[in-house]
């Protein structure tokens, strides 16, 4: 597969930087333009799957999913009851591995 593009400017990063309001360093702006770069390919690898068939969606519900102010929503479970069947917790949190890199 033809890949979309070698390199991703820099004057790219600094472009989506501004519309994002962050001031990077020059070290982020290298950094951030290789994994653009990953990103993208990454999306056009999924271009070969042929999608025509299904349908679009939004995410958007049909019903209301709000509960009145004073009620008790019956459907979620206290904190108890969520870490009630695991070992892998530490003072009312989920323990997880990290999986950020910084």
């Known amino acids: 597969m033809k890949k979309m593009c070698k390199k991703f400017k820099k004057e790219d990063v600094l472009y989506l930087g501004k519309l994002s309001k962050l001031e990077l360093s020059k070290s982020e702006i290298e950094r951030y333009a290789k ?29 209301n999913v709000t509960f009145e102010d004073g009620v008790r929503n019956l459907r979620a479970l206290s904190q108890e009851e969520a870490l009630a069947n695991t070992k892998h917790k530490k003072n009312g949190f989920f323990i997880t591995r990290k999986i950020l890199k910084e």
């Open 35 to 63: 994994e653009i770069v990953k990103t993208l390919e990454f999306v056009q690898n999924l271009m070969v799957f042929d999608v025509s068939a299904v349908e679009e969606y939004f995410g958007i519900s049909d019903r």
